[in-house]
T-cell receptor
Framework: DAGVIQSPRHEVTEMGQEVTLRCKPI?????LFWYRQTMMRGLELLIY????????DSGMPEDRFSAKMPNASFSTLKIQPSEPRDSAVYFC????????????FGPGTRLTVT | AQSVTQLDSQVPVFEEAPVELRCNYS??????LFWYVQYPNQGLQLLLK??????LVKGINGFEAEFNKSQTSFHLRKPSVHISDTAEYFC???????????FGAGTRLFVKA
């Protein structure tokens, strides 16, 4: 298995632009997580999907952020409009839903908003 | 609610020396415990996990951790570190009936030659 795939790996955009991050989870995994990592705030859970359904989006910072999972093999995280404070590394992770299952992280997307 | 405290933000150590990275957790229910490692410009990957049974858990790359329920700790150890162990290490906890993994703030291990 190729692991969790994220694209793009790097994204540089100007403030006000729309940004879409993409994730392909490991085949057979039914849980998907989006995280944001910054030096100041560490690793933050943004949203969690189980069987393609959003279960907890309490970590989504504000309405500018949205996430979808149209099928078991694809998810997107969209920021519109983007702001400089959104600059961070965004990770997607997937796992089985069984208790005690570890999460498998993608390589991350480094987002820079100027 | 659960919480995780990693007591050291940075740990410098010489190559071939032993190391311990400390982790304490707080929870009112039973939990599973994990250690993840993050190498530069990569995502997190699992080092080891404790679900039940023996309190001494062995992981990859020679790391081990001991679950201590009375002290609510899950410290990570390695008897002899290599330069290649330089990375950030995250302790994490999830309650046995839940989905939300709580990660600690991370400990940056820096191995010096």
């Amino acid at each position: 298995d190729a692991g969790v795939i994220q694209s793009p790996r790097h994204e540089v955009t100007e403030m006000g632009q729309e940004v879409t991050l993409r994730c392909k989870p490991i085949s057979g995994h039914n849980s998907l997580f989006w995280y944001r990592q910054t030096m100041m705030r560490g690793l933050e859970l943004l949203i969690y999907f189980n069987n393609n359904v959003p279960i907890d989006d309490s970590g989504m910072p504000e309405d500018r952020f949205s996430a979808k999972m149209p099928n078991a093999s694809f998810s997107t995280l969209k920021i519109q409009p983007s702001e400089p404070r959104d600059s961070a590394v965004y990770f997607c992770a997937s796992s089985l839903a069984e208790g005690g299952s570890e999460q498998y992280f993608g390589p991350g997307t480094r987002l820079t908003v100027t | 609610a659960q919480s995780v405290t990693q007591l050291d933000s940075q740990v410098p150590v010489f190559e071939e020396a032993p190391v311990e990275l400390r982790c304490n957790y707080s929870s009112s229910v039973s939990v599973y415990l994990f250690w993840y490692v993050q190498y530069p410009n990569q995502g997190l990957q699992l080092l080891l996990k404790y679900l039940s049974g023996s309190t001494l858990v062995k992981g990859i790359n020679g790391f081990e951790a001991e679950f201590n329920k009375s002290q609510t700790s899950f410290h990570l150890r390695k008897p002899s570190v290599h330069i290649s162990d330089t990375a950030e290490y995250f302790c994490a906890v999830i309650n046995t009936g839940g989905f939300k993994t709580i990660f600690g703030a991370g400990t940056r291990l820096f191995v010096k030659a």
